[in-house]
């Protein structure tokens, strides 16, 4: 399958301060990704869709201003958690949908471990 | 989206198929079923997905019945290497969204 890359693959930082992940899709190009977040022995959670050269649409509940997405190009989008703080601390996961054949696929990233401290 | 339901565990001997059933009896007729796995602090894997056909890959096989109100994936030789959440999910083909249940914890044992 296709392959989603992010980076860093885990950060510890400080409180207030802003932390950026990247996601990248390696062999395909994404027209659109989605940001998730998953907290200890739960399910993901869709954050926000994120299409090229758009606007990010995020789900309720969720602070545009907070988590900025910036989906520059086909092949990178990129979260930036600003003040962060302890309860920010979770998994962040991203995916990128592949279209091919006529039909679609999403793959999904190894994830981003965020310590918040 | 429809919603899934899903067995909250399941065990299975290493060697042996794993039979994973998913409910989905609100799925609409432009709806496909995905399955994706996620091994621990890891993100998720694609596993396979289907419309109405059976499907196989090198992976698993995906069985949907005829009226599509469930479905059962099949891993024929299950390895310890297989425990993990599994994830049964609908959508429709250009699906803008995946919405993640609780899925199934499956632990495969020596």
């Known amino acids: 399958g296709a392959v989603v890359s992010q980076h860093p693959s885990r950060v510890i930082c400080k409180s207030g301060t802003s932390v950026k992940i990247e996601c990248r899709s390696l062999?395909?190009?994404?027209?659109?990704m989605f940001w998730y977040r998953q907290f200890p022995k739960q399910s993901l959670m869709l954050m926000a869709t994120?299409?090229?050269?758009?606007?990010?649409?995020?789900e309720q509940g969720v602070e545009k201003d907070k988590f900025l997405i910036n989906h520059a190009s086909l092949t990178l989008s990129t979260l930036t958690v600003t003040s962060a703080h302890p309860e920010d601390s979770s998994f962040y996961i991203c995916?990128?949908?592949?279209?091919?054949?006529?039909?679609?696929?999403?793959?999904f990233g190894p994830g981003t471990r965020l310590l918040v401290l | 989206d429809a919603k899934t339901t899903q067995p909250t565990s399941m065990d299975c001997a290493e060697g042996r198929a794993a039979n994973l059933p998913c409910n989905h009896s609100t799925i609409s007729g432009n709806e496909y079923v995905y399955w994706y796995r996620q091994i621990h602090s890891q993100g998720p894997q694609y596993i396979i997905h289907g419309l109405k056909n059976n499907e196989t890959n090198e992976m698993a096989s995906l069985i949907i019945t005829e009226d599509r109100k469930s479905s059962t994936l099949i891993l024929p030789h299950a390895t310890l290497r297989d425990t993990a959440v599994y994830y049964c999910?609908?959508?429709?083909?250009?699906?803008?969204?995946?919405?993640f249940g609780q899925g199934t914890i499956l632990t495969v044992h020596p």
């Open positions: 995916s990128a949908r592949e279209r091919a054949g006529g039909q679609e696929t999403q793959y």
């Open positions: 062999d395909f190009q994404a027209t659109t």
């Open positions: 994120s299409n090229e050269g758009s606007k990010a649409t995020y």
């Open positions: 999910i609908v959508g429709g083909t250009s699906y803008g969204k995946l919405t």
